[in-house]
């Protein structure tokens, strides 16, 4: 546990800073009265505040100069001025024993509990530097006794820490809380525990503060105490009763602390004194004797093992005290251990020996007391890496020297191939790397990645010795891995130019890469994906670059993707490469495969301007700057989407076209418009591109702005279009104005910045009006955006199906979009020309609940209207299963006629609900006198309607017909009589049989009960609602980029 003495200093920084302060701030902190009223009556600002923001108040408090505070408050200084951090002259008066100083402030406060930043008030600074004087002055004006700082820290936390033993007694006495708790739930035992103030700690355990009580890191104050070494506290709290097992959140002991901290020796003897447990573990699995290990406690390790610590209980990760006292070089504890009997050859963590840790955190003193236990050095650990290849990657070459001298195989290779050598030279260990290399080992062994150590130094060695005795040791530059690459590869890769050289000094690089570098990318298995200069170029190694160049002809190399290394530079914004690769010839103006795509594309779309004016200061910046990818886009076209202003400033400065066009018509200024990009579309603009530019589907920036929601651009782009005198009602290739996309996006800045023109107050185009797209989406707000501006009379526009805005919303069942329509006086009864549905009929049909309720109880649905089937609203909502808007539209039916109403099929409500299975609706329908012996135009009554298809039904009433002949149920029109009915009967007649045979009566013939092929029922469903080939509207449409850059499409309204 800490409490910061750092806020003492900072209150006391008064007294160390004052000459630097105006001369009142020195006078009063000097407590010279007569020089003070002095300067005051000289025009000195008795509240001015130095850099601090200390005031001469502040001074002369912290000097405990009651002369020089009366005279500052004789001419009104504010004595609630507060310095930087937020301490009042009450607070410095607390922190410096100022007792005549705070009697002359405290009549003049308002609050004696004022907080500092910390969250201190005065009680706490006096109780923490211990002035009972003070703490009783404070007390008796009213300071708060149990009052918080931010971490939850009491006036009684401050004396306990700081051993204010007086201060404690007289805060207990006055009502302090004992047993309080920080926010980590320090209390004020903790406290004294930590700092070893056992005066206090004794007072705090005699009043029954509980000896056993835990932070919330579950630490107890005996914890604390051995933590911090404080074995006088120790002892008291062990006297009083303290836990000596207790375990913390960690599962970790007193004695664990005790075993591993600086001063924790006594703390440690006095635990085992009172029986501690020696061996007990920590959710981690380290006992006391881990930890003393770790931590190169030799004396306490000795304790703990004399007091029966085991000597090869693993942790966790399977290591034992040896490996922990091994791993950080802890030499004595080592010999102890293996003194006692400790396992040497026992493996731990990834089934390393004590004496790998050893060797590879480079303890060659631990090495030399491991060496001689008597196992096999050329044991291998779970990755089948030797002691060997642990010295060489620590890089102690006495290490190393050890093993070998002990007779360690140097060519010995783990599960991924590499033999010691490939860890010493990856690691740039060059004392290994010759150690190993005159012991015999090979410089040409490749391991399972086909990597010699001469590619993994070329990788890690910038400075160059190890990769420069690999090769004078007849190591390979020309060998390459299994991916192709070769030692310049690597060293290209991470920009060791020294490594280059060395290996061009060796064999020149043209040679090496045979010849020209395109081998690189030819069809054998050895090649490389990609070139040396790719990879220097793509990671910005200038100076390795430069090398490559020198040696290598052709700097156009390709990768397979058709990239260039220019482009790869320009891509990553890399100008020094840039500028290097183009004085050595590379071209501007080549393409990638894919996507047609040059260097100056790459530096548009990644947005590196400086990049851009290299490569456009050549003599083919004209030829270059309009350049087209596959899809037709400029590197200005790029440059626009990606948003990089500066990239489009450079372009248009270099006569870069704003009118050129991709394959679907965009032009830059399409790309503004999307994306958002004010500045971009400002400069577009300012360069004479066009406003009323149209794509292949007609649209314009205005629209593709609306539709994104782009008000700022759109702004900007109207303005324009007014001061060019454009026409402003822009209609796309369907009709649609930018208002319709504003509206069915719901981007009602867009809708009101577009209604503040008078041109688009005038609605028209597409007759799926801009209503009819905010309500078919729902967007309530721009709905009611237009019926205000525009006012009611659009409520009822139809479009060119007849269809009104409420049939739009109540096909999309948004109901607050409903609602809306009908306060502003929507006719609940318009049928549309293709159906002659009403806006309830499509609600029914759809099973709209929510808006079938709103439409039915608004008394303007007429519920005996009927489509072009003569279906009815309940016939509609019966047939396709909604039972509850069918109940809906039953509870306002009150008329026995339209409760049998019959369709064109003349099916009654009940004949559809039967045949639907709507028990309840059937049931509501019954009691409201629907007709059981209606009869349809098969000659089925609802009973009949019920069966699942023609031939059960025949044969209900063939059954019905003999068990009930007068039933009214069963009751069948008599009609022609036909073979087929005959049949259905008794197939074994023939055609010319009777209906009468040997006594056998024969129902009625049932030609007609067969069902002829279904009508349409009900209106057909409502698919796109703004006329002819309209598409459902996509974001996804609208950015539609292949990579890295997409073209956009608008998506499209449904019509």
Request: hydrophobic share 40%; glycine share 8%; aromatic share 4%.
């Amino acid at each position: 546990m800490k409490f910061a003495r750092s806020s003492s200093r900072k209150r006391m920084s008064t007294s160390r800073t004052w000459r630097s302060g105006p001369p009142l701030h020195a006078a009063a902190y000097l407590g010279n009265a007569e020089i003070m009223e002095l300067l005051i009556l000289s025009g000195a600002r008795v509240n001015a505040k130095d850099n601090k923001w200390l005031t001469p108040l502040h001074r002369a408090v912290a000097s405990c100069s009651e002369e020089a505070v009366s005279v500052l408050l004789k001419h009104s200084a504010d004595v609630n001025a507060r310095d930087k951090n937020w301490q009042t002259p009450l607070h410095v008066a607390a922190g410096n024993k100022a007792v005549r100083c705070a009697e002359a402030l405290v009549p003049l406060l308002s609050n004696v509990n004022v907080a500092d930043r910390a969250g201190r008030t005065a009680l706490h600074h006096a109780a923490f530097s211990g002035h009972l004087e003070m703490v009783k002055l404070l007390l008796s004006r009213g300071a708060n006794i149990n009052a918080l700082d931010k971490k939850d820290r009491r006036a009684i936390h401050w004396a306990a820490y700081m051993g204010q033993a007086d201060v404690v007694r007289l805060l207990v006495v006055r009502g302090a809380e004992v047993d309080c708790k920080d926010k980590q739930g320090f209390t004020p035992l903790h406290a004294a525990a930590s700092s070893g103030m056992a005066a206090v700690l004794h007072h705090l355990l005699g009043l029954g503060v509980p000896v056993n009580d835990v932070n919330s890191l579950g630490n107890s104050p005996l914890h604390v105490a051995c933590y911090n070494g404080q074995n006088v506290v120790v002892h008291e709290l062990l006297a009083s009763g303290a836990n000596v097992n207790q375990v913390n959140k960690q599962g970790i002991t007193a004695l664990h602390f005790a075993a591993s901290t600086h001063q924790g020796a006594l703390c440690q003897e006095l635990l085992l004194a009172n029986k501690a447990h020696v061996n007990p573990r920590s959710k981690d699995g380290k006992t006391p004797l881990h930890m003393a290990a770790s931590h190169g406690r030799f004396s306490r390790a000795q304790s703990l093992i004399k007091n029966g610590a085991e000597l090869d209980l693993e942790d966790k990760s399977g290591n034992s005290a040896v490996h922990l006292a091994a791993r950080h070089g802890h030499q004595m504890v080592v010999a102890a251990l293996i003194d006692h009997g400790a396992a040497t050859a026992k493996r731990g963590s990834h089934g390393m020996f004590p004496l790998h840790l050893a060797a590879l955190s480079g303890f060659s003193h631990c090495c030399r007391k491991l060496l001689p236990s008597g196992f096999d050095i050329d044991t291998p650990d779970d990755f089948g890496r030797t002691c060997l290849h642990a010295a060489a990657a620590g890089g102690n070459v006495e290490c190393l020297n050890l093993l070998l001298n002990a007779g360690a195989d140097f060519n010995r290779r783990d599960n991924f191939g590499r033999t010691p050598l490939h860890y010493a030279a990856a690691n740039c260990n060059y004392h290994c790397v010759f150690a190993l290399v005159g012991s015999g080992a090979s410089v040409r062994e490749l391991d399972k990645r086909g990597c010699s150590p001469l590619h993994y130094a070329a990788a890690g060695d910038a400075a160059g010795k190890c990769l420069e005795y690999l090769l004078r040791n007849d190591a390979d530059p020309a060998v390459r891995d299994h991916h192709g690459f070769s030692p310049v590869h690597y060293a290209s890769a991470y920009g060791h130019t020294l490594c280059l050289e060395l290996i061009a000094s060796e064999t020149p690089l043209d040679v090496l890469m045979d010849t020209s570098g395109l081998e690189l990318l030819s069809d054998s298995e050895c090649s490389a994906p990609v070139s040396p200069l790719h990879l220097a170029a793509y990671h910005g190694h200038c100076g390795a670059l430069e090398v490559l160049l020198s040696s290598l002809l052709e700097v156009d190399v390709r990768s397979p993707e058709g990239r260039t290394p220019l482009s790869l530079a320009c891509s990553r914004g890399h100008q020094e490469c840039v500028s290097l690769l183009l004085h050595h010839g590379a071209t501007p103006m080549s393409r990638d495969y894919s996507h047609k795509r040059t260097a100056v594309h790459a530096a548009a779309l990644n947005g590196y301007p400086e990049c851009l004016r290299l490569l456009m200061s050549g003599n083919n910046q004209h030829t270059s700057v309009d350049v087209q990818d596959s899809n037709g886009q400029t590197p200005l076209m790029l440059a626009v989407l990606s948003g990089h202003t500066e990239c489009v400033y450079s372009l248009l400065g270099q006569g870069a076209s704003v009118a050129a066009k991709d394959r679907w018509g965009r032009t830059a200024l399409h790309r503004g418009a999307v994306t958002g990009q004010k500045e971009c579309v400002e400069a577009l603009l300012q360069r004479g591109a066009s406003v009323c530019v149209r794509d292949v589907r007609g649209r314009t920036p205005v629209h593709l702005a609306a539709a994104c929601g782009r008000v700022g651009v759109l702004g900007v782009l109207l303005q324009a279009a007014s001061s060019y005198h454009a026409p402003t009602q822009l209609t796309d290739n369907q009709g649609y104005t930018p208002l319709h996309w504003a509206c069915y996006n719901g981007y009602d800045g867009c809708v009101e910045l577009l209604l503040e023109h008078e041109a688009f107050r005038n609605i028209q185009g597409n007759s799926f009006s801009p209503l009819h797209c905010a309500v078919m989406n729902d967007n309530e707000g721009v709905a009611e955006m237009l019926l205000d501006s525009l006012g009611s009379a659009i409520v009822n526009t139809i479009d060119s199906k007849g269809r009104t805005p409420l049939h739009a919303a109540a096909f999309s069942d948004h109901v607050e979009c409903v609602s809306l329509l009908l306060g502003h006086g929507a006719h609940g009864n318009t049928t549309d020309t293709h159906t002659r549905s009403t806006p309830l009929m499509m609600a029914a049909h759809n099973g709209q609940t929510n808006t079938v309720e709103v439409l039915v109880s608004s008394d303007k649905a007429d519920l005996t209207l009927q489509d072009r089937d003569r279906n009815t609203a309940l016939h509609l909502a019966c047939g396709k299963g909604h039972e509850t808007s069918a109940l809906l539209i039953l509870e306002k039916i009150h008329d026995r006629n339209l409760v049998n109403c019959t369709n064109a099929a003349l099916q009654t409500p009940l004949h559809v609900a039967a045949k639907s299975g709507l028990t309840v609706v059937v049931q509501e329908l019954l009691g409201k006198g629907a007709s059981i012996q209606a009869v349809d135009e098969n000659g089925y009554t609802p009973a009949l309607a019920c069966a699942p298809n023609r031939d059960v039904a025949d044969c209900l009433a063939l059954i019905l017909s003999s068990m009930m002949p007068s039933s009214p149920m069963v009751t069948i029109a008599t009609l022609p009589t036909t073979p087929r009915a005959r049949t259905a009967v008794n197939h074994h007649h023939s055609s010319s049989s009777k209906h009468t045979d040997k006594g056998v009566v024969h129902a009625p013939p049932l030609s007609a009960l067969r069902p002829r092929p279904p009508s349409q029922a009900g209106p057909p469903v409502l698919r796109g609602l703004g006329g002819r080939g309209a598409q459902r509207l996509g974001l996804r449409d609208i950015l539609k980029r292949p990579r890295p850059l997409l073209p956009f499409n608008p998506r499209p309204m449904p019509g």
